[in-house]
T-cell receptor, first 114, second 111 residues
Framework: DADVTQTPRNRITKTGKRIMLECSQT?????MYWYRQDPGLGLRLIYY???????NKGEISDGYSVSRQAQAKFSLSLESAIPNQTALYFC?????????????FGPGTRLTVL | QQQVKQSPQSLIVQKGGISIINCAYE??????FPWYQQFPGKGPALLIA?????SEKKEGRFTISFNKSAKQFSLHIMDSQPGDSATYFC??????????FGQGTRLTINP
């Protein structure tokens, strides 16, 4: 979805390196999410933010940190990357105030940690 | 802890056939059950969703069947086409709370 962009789209890094994945959105949504996708495990929530001053851990936050720089920007950092963080990472957004939680996903970042 | 269990992990269906993917959930407080479709190289996108006050919802060739007492819901794709080949995720949430996703099903429609 062109309204949610992720950079980089592909990244290969080495164990121990710090890496940042960035997400930007033009949908004007307040809520933003970071997921990782692994074969057979589906999409698992890493962190989520309901507004600029709100950051919440998801089910697999260990080894990750996030920063909500603005309503439109939400970054995911791996302070010291390890091989089992090799995965496909997705950013998603959702409108606040709705009754249900339709989320709009970016195109993903494929991360490989050697 | 997997609150939404999806099966099968992969599915191959002939063109024109019916594709069926099943999900089971544990949390009876869930009240929103969407299905997302993901094509290779793309992010998931909402396909169809249901609330537990109805037992079925149909949009074109796609139907969700919902069984509240069994805590199960399924996606049926009628007259399956090669363009339906994708990965499908079920999910569940309580109101506007965070979504919990199933493990995903890779669907292949053979021409």
């Amino acid at each position: 979805d062109a309204d949610v962009t992720q950079t980089p789209r592909n990244r290969i890094t080495k164990t121990g390196k710090r890496i940042m994945l960035e997400c930007s959105q033009t949908k004007g949504h307040d809520r933003m999410y970071w997921y990782r996708q692994d074969p057979g495990l589906g999409l698992r929530l890493i962190y989520y933010s309901f507004d600029v001053k709100d950051i919440n851990k998801g089910e697999i936050s260990d080894g990750y940190s996030v920063s909500r720089q603005a309503q439109a920007k939400f970054s995911l950092s791996l302070e010291s990357a390890i091989p089992n963080q090799t995965a496909l990472y997705f950013c998603a957004t959702a409108q606040a105030g709705g009754s249900y939680n339709e989320q709009f996903f970016g195109p993903g970042t494929r991360l490989t940690v050697l | 802890q997997q609150q939404v269990k999806q099966s099968p992990q992969s599915l191959i269906v002939q063109k024109g056939g019916i594709s069926i993917i099943n999900c089971a959930y544990e949390n009876t407080a869930f009240d929103y059950f969407p299905w997302y479709q993901q094509f290779p190289g793309k992010g998931p996108a909402l396909l169809i969703a249901i609330r537990p006050d109805v037992s079925e919802k149909k949009e074109g060739r796609f139907t969700i069947s919902f069984n509240k007492s069994a805590k199960q819901f399924s996606l049926h794709i009628m007259d399956s086409q090669p363009g339906d080949s994708a990965t499908y995720f079920c999910a569940a949430s309580r109101g506007a709370q965070k979504l919990v996703f199933g493990q995903g099903t890779r669907l292949t429609i053979n021409p």
